[in-house]
């Protein structure tokens, strides 16, 4: 599991990574007139990426609010908005497809994604190409598992294993010796 709430805890890390989100704003959605987190991890990064870039931010929950004014969609946001959904983590893409729905459902112009990191999933991504999704990460499976075999924190039988797992994961990927 890659945990980026971590990298709200440590300054340098946060600072590189946010500054990384808005650069990925500013060169693959240069339209973007809103930034939407998806709950919960989302939330943070899009804030801080939105507080760099100028821009509004909001962020979308899981399901509506039962009490209070009972939104869904936290933020201002006007039908026709270009908008990029921020997101930590794709696996399968489910949550951040399920953000992009409820954004499309109330007229907002869904540019796309940008991720922190994306295990490249092949159900992802094709979930992903239905929902019209295009997702940019900062990092992959592909990038990190090198470093991590590099700095002696996995070795290559668990990269082999990693990497197994995220093209079948209901496969046989936890006997590979």
Same mark, same amino acid.
Not at 107 to 123: H, P, R, W
């Given at each position: 599991?890659?945990?980026?709430?971590?990298?709200? *805890?440590?300054?340098?890390?946060?600072?590189?990574?946010?500054? $990384? =989100? $808005?650069?990925?704003? &500013?060169?693959?959605?240069?339209?973007? $007139? %809103?930034?939407?987190? /998806? *709950? /919960?991890?989302?939330?943070?990064?899009?804030?801080?990426?939105?507080?760099?870039?100028?821009?509004? #931010?909001?962020?979308?929950?899981?399901?509506? !609010?039962?009490? @209070? &004014? #009972?939104?869904? =969609?936290?933020?201002?946001?006007?039908?026709?908005? !270009?908008?990029?959904? =921020?997101?930590?983590?794709?696996?399968?893409?489910? *949550? +951040?497809?399920?953000?992009?729905?409820?954004?499309?459902? %109330?007229? $907002?112009? %869904?540019? @796309? +994604?940008?991720?922190?990191? /994306?295990?490249?999933?092949? !159900?992802?991504?094709?979930?992903?190409?239905?929902?019209?999704?295009?997702?940019? *990460?900062?990092?992959?499976?592909?990038?990190?598992?090198? +470093?991590? =075999?590099?700095?002696?924190?996995?070795?290559? /039988?668990?990269?082999?294993?990693?990497?197994?797992?995220?093209?079948?994961?209901? @496969?046989?990927?936890?006997?590979? !010796?």
């Amino acid at each position: 599991y890659c945990d980026n709430r971590l990298v709200l *805890s440590d300054p340098a890390a946060r600072t590189a990574v946010e500054h $990384a =989100i $808005a650069g990925a704003v &500013r060169l693959h959605f240069p339209a973007a $007139a %809103v930034l939407m987190g /998806t *709950s /919960t991890a989302g939330i943070a990064h899009a804030a801080i990426a939105a507080h760099i870039l100028g821009l509004p #931010m909001g962020y979308v929950r899981s399901g509506s !609010k039962d009490h @209070g &004014r #009972m939104n869904r =969609i936290e933020g201002k946001l006007e039908a026709g908005d !270009k908008t990029v959904i =921020i997101e930590d983590l794709i696996s399968t893409g489910g *949550s +951040v497809i399920e953000t992009a729905e409820a954004l499309r459902s %109330v007229g $907002a112009d %869904v540019l @796309g +994604v940008v991720s922190i990191f /994306t295990y490249g999933m092949e !159900k992802g991504k094709l979930a992903l190409a239905r929902a019209g999704l295009a997702n940019h *990460s900062l990092c992959d499976l592909d990038a990190l598992l090198p +470093v991590a =075999i590099g700095t002696g924190r996995i070795t290559q /039988t668990q990269a082999a294993q990693i990497l197994a797992f995220r093209d079948d994961p209901s @496969g046989d990927w936890r006997n590979i !010796k």
